[in-house]
């Protein structure tokens, strides 16, 4: 037999060997039920619960006239008893939620339309996965934003779907986008057997994403065979090629809009057809760089191409109509990113984000836990106080000017 025979056997013995989506998934999740329980709740449920007087503030009600609404609504049932520690009583994330409806707290879609926000840049490694996530994470906790928020990963590589999901239902397809724009092609996938046991194409696509651990995020994840959409499209004929890049805002985009708010995309660090699909898609593009002299480099490359992409596209790149470059992982105190930094306001100029996220150790530690920085108490003492601050403190700055940008070109009526 020859080194190439060996070569092939091999890949078909792993291939037989290989998790489904599903496997994987349950796979994962059995790890995530050893994890560490505090007064009865999961970790990451209980670092995001909020104590009553805090939330009697937010709903600019008295403590007396807050503490009957909450025992009325105990009464029926609506939400759980508090946690009782100390003078606090804290309240879950889930039963905010559940008094947010209550109290008819205004709504996302009450005011502004529904949006994608696509993150990408063809250079590995520049933080887009992270950015991503804790920006996704930061506007489903915003309680003045009330929006439902899902993120969407699109890298076959990443994982960070699969990390996100807290629970699973009966009615969770384990589907990923991928296999819903490839349908067409793949008769004998597991996207046709859903559809020969009676689903229709939205049931299909309403019921991918998983949820996590807050009641208004969920997640829609990858798997590393979605890599074979390139492999399909350059199969293609023009006519076919164009109608398999115009899927995902034709077909999924419609479903996903009508449940979410926001819609996070995560992308591969490459130039193939699963980014242009994605950004024939999108509303907006974020360019996340580190503000390091290679990251310079590349990201030069990327901007001098992607407007002749997105042109190439069968929109045309009209559907975009918000673009931001955010300086990610800076670290203030090197005399060398200032410089490239420098070198990013002269250039990029009124799309740089005058706001920008700092090197911390603290998303190293919450990566490591599968968590973002906002899911992690300074408490769990996970990382040094002073690295807690400054990733919180720089979240806090840039979510806030991105979503006051998505708002001002999101307002309904405009
Ligand atoms: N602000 C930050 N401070 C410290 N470390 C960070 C920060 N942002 C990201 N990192 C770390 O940098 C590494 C790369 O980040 P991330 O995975 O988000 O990049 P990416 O662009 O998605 O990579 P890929 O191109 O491989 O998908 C990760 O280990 C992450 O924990
Ligand atoms: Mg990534």
């Not at 807050?66 to 939400?79: D, N, P, Q, T």
């Not at 046991?197 to 939205?202: L, P």
């Not at 994840?221 to 890049?245: G, I």
């Not at 699909?277 to 990201?299: K, Q």
Request: glycine share 4%.
């Amino acid at each position: 037999m020859s080194i190439l025979d060996d070569i092939l056997m091999i890949g078909q013995r792993m291939k037989s060997e290989q998790l489904s989506l599903k496997d994987s998934i349950s796979e994962s999740s059995r790890v995530n039920v050893s994890d560490e329980q505090v007064e009865g709740l999961d970790r990451l449920i209980y670092n995001h619960c909020m104590n009553k007087s805090a939330l009697a503030d937010f709903f600019g009600k008295s403590r007396n006239t807050f503490s009957k609404i909450l025992s009325e609504m105990e009464k029926r049932k609506l939400i759980s008893e508090p946690i009782f520690q100390n003078k606090n009583h804290l309240y879950t994330r889930f039963d905010v939620q559940t008094i947010m409806a209550e109290l008819k707290i205004p709504r996302y879609n009450e005011m502004y339309v529904p949006r994608v926000i696509v993150t990408e840049n063809h250079k590995g490694g520049t933080g887009k996965s992270t950015t991503t996530v804790t920006l996704a994470t930061a506007a489903a906790l915003d309680l003045n934003l009330n929006a439902r928020v899902c993120i969407v990963d699109m890298d076959p590589q990443g994982s960070i779907g699969s990390n996100l999901i807290r629970s699973t239902s009966e009615d969770n397809i384990y589907l990923t986008i991928t296999d819903i724009l490839l349908a067409e092609y793949e008769e004998e996938g597991d996207y046709a057997q859903y559809i020969t046991a009676g689903y229709s194409e939205e049931d299909i696509i309403a019921n991918i994403p998983f949820s996590t651990h807050l009641p208004n995020l969920d997640v829609i994840t990858a798997f590393p065979t979605d890599d074979r959409f390139t492999d399909t499209y350059w199969r293609l004929d023009k006519e076919a090629r164009n109608r398999l890049l115009t899927r995902f805002r034709d077909v999924v985009m419609p479903v996903l809009k009508s449940k979410y708010d926001l819609i996070f995309i995560d992308t591969p660090p490459q130039d193939s057809p699963i980014i242009w699909s994605t950004n024939e898609a999108a509303d907006g593009l974020l360019v996340p760089i580190t503000p390091r002299e290679y990251d310079f480099a590349s990201t030069t490359n990327y901007m001098l191409t992607i407007a002749t992409r997105l042109k190439q596209l069968p929109s045309q790149g009209e559907n975009i109509k918000w673009m931001k470059v955010l300086a990610v992982n800076v670290d203030d105190k090197s005399q060398h990113e200032i410089r490239t930094l420098n070198k990013l306001v002269r250039t990029v100029q009124d799309k740089f984000m005058t706001t920008n996220i700092k090197h911390s150790e603290a998303f190293v530690a919450a990566a490591e836990k599968g968590r973002t920085v906002l899911d992690i108490k300074k408490s769990e003492e996970l990382c040094p106080p002073k690295q807690f601050d400054t990733a919180e403190m720089s979240i806090t700055s840039v979510y806030q000017q991105f979503i006051n940008e998505i708002k001002r070109f999101s307002a309904k009526g405009e």
